[in-house]
């Protein structure tokens, strides 16, 4: 049974907030069930999360662990183009960020689909 | 020390930033007054821009320079707040806590109330000639190449703990940081010193979780079908239940919409954090690394597991300055071929102004989710959007040549690809941030009580 993979998006497992700093970004990826937790642990890791912002070319990506929420925090070094005061961008504070990182797939034992967020799969999984 | 010092605290948040709703303090101060007990109200207005742009009212206007909807935030509560005890404290002084203060001597005397005992706390403000040479120390040759506009120390929360001591009713700050508006009632009220680091920390925290307001209850929170929150119109705003060890429980004024959830909370307990195992603040280093959160009942979310350390031996100063122009102009197609005319367009403006470092978005297609250089857009190919608006946004710092892009962009009207319409151009004055260290000891702190203050000149 634990063999049996599923492909979700991070959103089903996770949820999170963007803050800002000058130019660094925060993501918290907050696992909806501590059950979820080791999965996020295992697959939402610093180089997997640099690749997603690659166009956004990360000085450096941090991840840091707080087990006792069953949470990530990420730490982007040089992504915000300057930031708030320097950016062209219309959202200069990034904060749209953490769902372009929540939208990246992973993929969840079966036995967890339970514990996602979001409407019940279908199609026999 | 009497008996009221180790019964809760109520800290209640009625702002988030500098703008945030007007109407939003009324329930909190209903529910303060209606669980007794000592209390505080917050108001959290300054962000890292918010300053300079009040230094630049300041400029034009001497008894300017203070938070603009002042007024709104605290006349609908003041009256209730005096005649149930409950203390405010804010940093919505800006670049001008004494004009501030005397504002809202003249709004009390206004409303017939009695005179409040107003304290104004000052030392964070470093933009006078007297601190050139500290700034030109820490920044170097930076400090020639600018124009400066404003300079402030982050400064902590123990002016305001002193001048709640000396019983000041309102306490009016500048830049304090956004936590230490909840420290300093807490170090007041319970006695803590100034070196009590796990204690310091844990109320840190209370007002990392009150300070961006409706944030902790279900503000910048709801995703229908993820996350949803019930009456997200009428989103309340926070009250933390301070204990004497320092610890929260987080909650929210009664009788309004959202939700003090699990999630909520732990979002808004990581936003704008990095190392979780060492916050800085001007007070302390907190440390939630081990941080709990607890469901005690509906709306009611305990936060334990901090711990303190030693404050920083330095403060975070940030000098902002003009830094030239900023120029954005729009512009809308729709139906067949939409996106093939937008992409058309930039490319004309491309060309019309090669000296000019353009950002295109394609609103609709693809937008805040690109980078400066394109890059991303670069890299999406071209499709067939039939809604579209084309952005495009760059700086200069001489106006002169900024204002060359909305000008193109309002002759596509005629220029450029067929059925452009809905122009917007835009052309704002920019703000620049250098931030460095100083040692504490450079920045003396006070707070004077405004009746101890010579009148305005």
Not at chain 1, 5 to 19: D, K, N
Not at chain 2, 165 to 188: F, K, N, W
Request: hydrophobic share 45%.
């Amino acid at each position: 049974m634990s063999e049996s993979l599923i492909a979700v998006p991070l959103y089903r497992a996770a949820h999170g907030r963007t803050g800002d700093k000058g130019n660094r970004s925060n993501i918290s990826v907050i696992a909806w069930h501590a059950d979820l937790y080791p999965l996020l642990l295992a697959q939402v890791t610093e180089a997997v999360v640099a690749q997603r912002f690659a166009n956004r070319r990360p000085a450096r990506v941090q991840r840091f662990e707080l087990p006792g929420l069953a949470a990530l925090n990420f730490v982007l070094d040089e992504v915000l183009d300057g930031g708030v005061n320097d950016a062209l961008n219309l959202d200069t504070h990034g904060k749209a960020l953490s769902f372009w990182l929540l939208d990246l797939p992973i993929e969840i034992p079966a036995t967890l689909a339970s514990l996602l967020a979001g409407p019940a799969l279908t199609g026999g999984d | 020390m009497t008996e009221s010092t180790s019964s809760p605290l109520l800290i209640g948040c009625a702002a988030g930033f500098s703008g945030d709703r007007v109407d939003a303090a009324g329930p909190v101060v209903d529910t303060l007054i209606a669980r007794g007990g000592p209390a505080f109200l917050i108001f959290e207005t300054l962000a890292e821009r918010t300053l300079a742009l009040a230094q630049l009212r300041r400029r034009v206007d001497p008894q300017a320079g203070f938070e603009p909807l002042l007024d709104d935030l605290l006349r609908p509560v003041l009256a209730r707040c005096l005649a149930h005890n409950i203390r405010i404290v804010s940093n919505f002084g800006a670049a001008n806590p004494l004009a501030a203060a005397r504002h809202i001597q003249a709004m009390a005397a206004g409303m017939g109330l009695p005179a409040p005992r107003i304290a104004v706390v000052a030392g964070d403000d470093l933009s006078g000639p007297q601190h050139e040479a500290l700034l030109r120390e820490q920044l170097g040759d930076a400090m020639d190449s600018i124009r400066k506009v404003s300079a402030n120390a982050y400064i902590g929360a123990e002016a305001i703990a002193a001048a709640l001591d000396a019983g000041a009713q309102i306490v009016v700050a500048g830049r304090v940081a956004d936590p230490s508006l909840t420290v300093g009632p807490a170090m007041s009220h319970f006695g803590w010193r100034a070196d009590d680091w796990d204690r310091l920390a844990r109320a840190t925290m209370a007002g990392h979780l009150l300070e961006c307001g409706a944030q902790v209850c279900g503000g910048y929170f709801a995703d229908p079908g993820y996350k949803d929150v019930p009456d997200l119109h009428a989103v309340g705003y926070p009250i933390a239940e301070i204990s004497s060890d320092g610890h929260c429980i987080i909650g929210k004024a009664a009788h309004t919409g959202g939700v003090v959830s699990l999630a909520g909370v732990k979002e808004q307990l990581l936003y704008e954090v990095h190392d979780p195992a060492a916050y800085l603040t001007p007070d302390v280093v907190a440390d939630i690394s081990a941080a709990r959160l607890t469901v005690l009942g509906p709306d009611q979310v305990a936060l334990t597991g901090v711990r303190g350390h030693a404050r920083p031996a330095s403060l975070k100063v940030n000098v902002c300055h003009e830094s030239g122009w900023l120029a954005e102009g729009e512009i809308s197609y729709a139906g067949p071929r939409a996106e093939a005319r937008a992409r058309l367009a930039a490319d004309v403006l491309r060309r019309r102004l090669p000296d000019l470092a353009l950002r295109v978005d394609l609103i609709g297609v693809q937008s805040v989710m690109g980078d400066d250089a394109g890059r991303l857009l670069e890299a999406t190919p071209a499709g067939d959007a039939t809604d579209v608006r084309l952005r495009v946004a760059a700086t200069h710092t001489d106006r002169a040549q900024a204002e060359r892009l909305p000008r193109e962009v309002t002759a596509l009207y005629c220029c450029g690809p067929a059925g452009g319409g809905g122009v917007r151009t835009t052309l704002t004055p920019r703000l620049g941030t250098l931030s460095c260290l100083v040692p504490r000891g450079a920045v003396p702190l006070r707070f004077d009580m405004l009746d101890h203050l010579p009148e305005a000149a």
